[in-house]
RNA sequence: GCGCCCGUAGCUCAGCCGGAUAGAGCAUCGGCCUUCUAAGCCGAGGGUCGUAGGUUCGAAUCCUACCGGGCGCGCCA
């Protein structure tokens, strides 16, 4: 409807121009909005007041005399200039009444775009370091994450979902350490050390370790002997992991990381199921280092003169490419850093052919940006086609007290356990309910409260009253069929044109917004506008109820507002599924 | 100190590539169930859009400074 205004309006201006009674170089770009105002009609062109300046004329004047030149458009009742210079388009009722038939009509849902058709992105998101179970802080960027890969796929993208995995480097180890300790209390092993401060001490330890007992006895039991006391705490530790690496050898450690990483990342993939996200693949930062897809990189790097060495260490020339400081990739110890591995799984998704790169990262992680973005860059490679959106982690709180959560300190809701009690529906819509970018107060008692605070039962309440208006249809039609109601909605595509009731106009209009909101929010990587829309629609639907009946009235009409609440129900349907919501028949 | 983000109604937040009278939810107050789900609807009150300048026909929106808040600034991940 607006691409069509656009087209007419473009027309005109151009029209002027042949004429040569536009005298501009360059027109800009032409926007058509949605009036705030009804009184201003429908749409709004503000084209004049921009041309105006560039022309040298005034822009009321100019836009009388694009209106003059308008093609002629059945679609529109009348057209006007207002105010400094607004060319207002009132439409007529049959624009909007036709597509409550064309969703009702469609066969795919309605509102979708083929835009993108053809390119593919891969949207990494998650990507939790699997040291701990998902906590309600990580809930967010699954929610944010997963809405914006099926708001891509709605405008034409072909998405891949990636989870990275942290599987390689010191907090694995640390992670293995933690769990062998903890065994050896379980096995209660009279040679062992204090449990260290920088340890992982989260319940979950315990369990994998109360396993490994469970399965492997005593026999992955060895003395540890502390080196001297003093030091820094990360020495010690360091000491500690080198220590039971030497007590364990290499493949013992490894079945304490392997059994510690399994148990993680099932619980892991268990959570993020129960919450609605599945990913297409899960990648293995370890496997960077197995196939030598690190150690390539790294002279990639170095034959393009981007990395150089100093101090024992490898460096990468961060800052020719936009970055404040060079960055180390690999220590002077030896051990690559987790920056390395990330240039070399960045590398790995540019070969894999994706048209455009997305990463979800947490607002602790922005200042990580300029340095994978120049990474990208020293490669060769399009870093415009590299994009990461921010999501703020949420801060949760328990009425007026603040949660405190670390994943070492153990304390901390887990996503699973929010999901338990507000259930997913309620988190999944709530956590998409702000921009991205903005801090989130996640009130727990909130969530959990069946209050129509919680914006996602007002939603799901106006698809379970038109779900129970078209069983009650489907009744009456007297077949008992529960399909009934399908039919009575459709015997209404010839009688829209009795939808002339100003809530009933309200509500179509509201529902002729969705392709726009759908494109927009894609475009902008913003979910939190198909929440927004969604209270909108909601809102213009219970308002319509509340007004009128629905199976009430001579035939005609019934089946008209048959086919306007079914087309309402396709909406709201097809918005909760892109946020991960489900759209209950019944509450 | 440097960098990024943010200050909009009592609270939580939309609106921000400049556009007409700044919106929503919650909270407060007042109405609406003999009719399709009251988890709903209708109405009212509530604002120096952090402050001060600047650009413009026009600024919540763009620029600058300042004030206030969050986060990041490791040979950590």
Redesign the pocket.
């Known amino acids: 409807m607006k691409r069509g205004l656009e087209t007419l309006v473009a027309s005109a201006v151009s029209t002027l121009h042949a004429r040569g009674e536009l005298d501009i170089e360059t027109a800009p770009?032409l926007?058509i909005e949605r009036?705030?105002?009804p009184?201003?009609?429908d749409f709004?062109c503000?084209v004049a007041?921009?041309l105006?300046?560039a022309a040298r004329c005034n822009?009321r004047e100019l836009a009388a005399r694009i209106v003059a030149a308008l093609p002629e458009a059945g679609d529109v009742e009348s057209t006007s200039v207002?105010?400094?210079?607004?060319i207002?388009f009132k439409m007529a009722n049959g624009a909007f009444q036709r597509i409550a038939g064309e969703i009702v009509g469609s066969e795919s849902p309605w509102g979708r775009s083929r835009r993108h058709a053809g390119k593919r992105v891969q949207v990494e998101f998650v990507s939790v370091?699997p040291t701990g179970p998902l906590h309600v802080g990580h809930g967010r960027g699954a929610a944010c994450g997963a809405a914006l890969a099926n708001l891509l796929e709605a405008v034409g993208w072909e998405v891949e979902r990636e989870y990275y995995v942290?599987d390689?480097?010191?907090?694995?180890d640390i992670l293995a350490l933690s769990v062998w300790l903890r065994y050896l209390e379980v096995i209660d092993w009279p040679e062992r050390p204090a449990f260290p401060e920088g340890g992982y001490r989260g319940e979950y330890i315990r369990d994998v370790a109360t396993e490994l007992a469970r399965e492997h006895d005593t026999r992955l039991g060895r003395d540890l002997v502390e080196g001297p006391p003093g030091g820094d705490e990360?020495a010690r530790l360091d000491a500690l992991i080198a220590g039971a690496r030497a007590a364990l050898g290499e493949d013992g450690f490894a079945v304490v990381a392997d059994a510690v990483l399994e148990e993680i990342l099932a619980g892991i993939r268990e959570d993020l199921a129960g919450f609605g996200v599945v990913f297409d693949r899960w990648f293995s930062e370890r496997s960077l280092v197995d196939t030598g897809a690190l150690a390539r990189v790294l002279d990639i790097l170095r034959e393009r003169g981007e990395a150089y060495e100093?101090?024992?260490?490898l460096w990468f020339s961060a800052t020719a490419h936009g970055d404040?400081?060079d960055?180390?990739l690999v220590?002077?110890?030896g051990?690559s850093?987790?920056?390395a591995s990330d240039v070399a799984y960045h590398l790995d998704k540019f070969e894999r052919g994706f048209d455009r790169v997305i990463d979800v990262w947490g607002?602790?992680?922005?200042?990580?940006i300029a340095r994978v973005k120049g990474a990208i860059r020293a490669l060769g490679r399009n870093a415009d086609a590299f994009e990461v959106v921010?999501v703020?982690?949420a801060s949760l709180w328990r009425g007026q007290d603040r949660v405190a959560m670390s994943t070492r300190s153990g304390e901390f809701v887990t996503l699973r356990d929010l999901v338990d009690e507000v259930g997913a529906d309620a988190a999944r819509f709530f956590y998409v309910?702000?921009?991205s970018?903005?801090?989130?107060?996640f009130d727990l008692e909130l969530a959990k409260s069946?209050?129509?605070?919680n914006?996602v039962?007002?939603v799901q309440?106006a698809h379970?009253?038109i779900?129970?208006?078209l069983?009650?249809a489907g009744e009456e039609g007297g077949n008992g069929n529960a399909n009934a109601g399908a039919g009575a909605e459709r015997s209404g595509l010839g009688h829209l044109s009795r939808l002339t009731e100003d809530h009933e106009l309200g509500l179509l209009k509201t529902l002729s917004r969705y392709p726009e909101v759908v494109e927009a929010a894609a475009e902008a990587c913003?979910p939190?506008?198909i929440a927004?829309y969604l209270?909108d629609l909601?809102?213009a639907f219970?308002?319509f109820?509340?007004?009128?009946?629905?199976?009430?009235g001579e035939a005609d009409l019934r089946s008209a507002r048959l086919t306007l609440v079914e087309a309402t129900r396709r909406v709201i349907a097809d918005g909760l599924g892109l946020i991960g919501v489900s759209a209950?028949?019944?509450?």
Do not use: C, W
């Open positions: 770009p926007v009036t705030r105002d009184r201003h009609g709004a503000p007041l921009g105006a300046r822009p207002a105010g400094p210079g607004f207002n370091n942290n390689a480097g010191r907090q694995m990360d100093r101090d024992g260490a404040e400081k960055r180390v220590r002077a110890n051990q850093t987790y920056f607002a602790d992680h922005h200042g990580y921010i703020q982690l309910l702000r921009k970018d903005q801090h989130l107060d069946r209050s129509t605070e914006p039962y007002y309440y379970a009253r779900a129970s208006v069983r009650r913003e939190h506008q927004h209270r909601a809102n219970h308002s109820y509340n007004s009128h009946t629905i199976l009430a209950p028949s019944t509450m």
